[in-house]
């Protein structure tokens, strides 16, 4: 029997979604004849008058290389805990109701929820309410627990990495240090595998406090041993020892999620002022999540596309696509997001790190 499938994506935009999008398209259509219909704008699609159009061969056609989501996103619509004025003020309300009753007016057989794991446990939750939700992991940060990897991160790692390959020449003509700072909110896998991957001299990571004398002290010895620059490279969720993550919005002011950021430029002032050696901060923002996604993440991406709709054939709901090994398969949906994927620090990654001769802080 034919159906219809919708699909959104929600939170921050990723390098593959579009790989996913189209994968889900082509599934669906090509060998089930079945109607695909994109929500727009993430959750926001189905919480006011429905932002929805179809999805056709044509519409998807040459976006497999494209970066970003041809649907829009939205990473503050949570519909159980919705932005909304009264009074003259913003509160924020429940309106799942009304996305879920928007949602059975599509007259739509399930729902493909692309996102990270607010978007997760959002889709859970409208599960648990009888909407029917396939949901497939995507976040460059690759802290989703219940897959090997997110589609995203390795687009994420590929574009630190080139960074500091071009950060690396000119540190070494000025002799400066560089201080480089990277994504991964309260997860260190973009620092930790970019800086083994681009050679790095300190990576610092949330999972490992760092001690500043131990940064300085690592730099002193490469500068003995001949070497007058320095790459360091930081999470923008790590913290020193006995203190505090740097955020440049607090959780209150952002709708319960602070922003992280800063960190490398505190780090580059102290290091600066116990040394007095000259130092720079690159903070590499959002061109982690933008452009041509690699060939990994578009494999990735078409291959969860292909899963999720294969899972709703079968009403394989409440779950999620994942990658095991080298198969991807369902797994329930609590497996994502019941804790966050961390680095261990005392793991074969972080290990190496250190025996390449690389200061992780401690």
Not at 133 to 151: A, E, S, Y
Not at 175 to 194: F, K, P, T
Not at 304 to 312: H, T, Y
Request: some cysteine.
């Amino acid at each position: 029997m034919a159906k219809t499938i919708a699909i959104l994506t929600g939170g921050g935009d990723c390098p593959g979604l579009n790989a996913v999008i189209r994968g889900v398209v082509r599934a669906a259509v090509l060998e089930r004849g079945w109607k695909v219909l994109g929500i727009e704008d993430g959750f926001d699609g189905l919480v006011g008058e429905a932002g929805i159009r179809e999805l056709s061969l044509d519409a998807v056609r040459g976006i497999l290389p494209r970066g970003g989501t041809i649907l829009g996103t939205s990473n503050r619509g949570n519909p159980f805990s919705y932005p909304m004025k009264e009074g003259g003020e913003v509160k924020l309300v429940d309106v799942s109701g009304r996305v879920v009753e928007n949602f059975h007016a599509l007259s739509a057989d399930a729902l493909v929820a692309i996102g990270g794991d607010g978007t997760l446990k959002i889709a859970r939750r409208l599960n648990e309410l009888g909407v029917p939700v396939v949901g497939v992991p995507k976040t460059i940060d690759n802290d989703l627990q219940g897959t090997d990897v997110t589609f995203g991160y390795h687009t994420a790692v590929s574009i630190v990495t080139e960074a500091l390959d071009r950060l690396h020449t000119t540190a070494e003509s000025h002799n400066r240090v560089m201080v480089v700072e990277v994504m991964g909110r309260d997860a260190g896998w973009i620092a930790l595998e970019s800086g083994i991957a681009g050679s790095a001299d300190v990576i610092l990571i949330p999972e490992i406090p760092y001690r500043l004398d131990r940064v300085c002290q690592a730099i002193e010895t490469r500068r003995r041993r001949g070497s007058r620059f320095s790459i360091v490279v930081v999470a923008e969720g790590a913290f020193p020892a006995g203190g505090e993550q740097v955020v440049q919005v607090g959780a209150a002011e952002n709708l319960g999620v602070a922003r992280l950021g800063g960190v490398a430029a505190r780090v580059a002032a102290q290091i600066e002022e116990r040394m007095a050696l000259e130092t720079r901060v690159v903070v590499l923002g959002h061109v982690q999540r933008g452009g041509t996604p690699t060939h990994t993440d578009r494999l990735l991406g078409s291959r969860f596309g292909v899963k999720a709709v294969e899972m709703i054939e079968k009403a394989d709901f409440g779950k999620m696509v994942a990658l095991r090994g080298r198969s991807v398969v369902s797994v329930p949906i609590e497996e994502a997001v019941g804790a966050l994927n961390l680095v261990d620090p005392q793991g074969e990654l972080v290990l190496t790190a250190e025996a390449l001769g690389i200061m992780m802080g401690r």
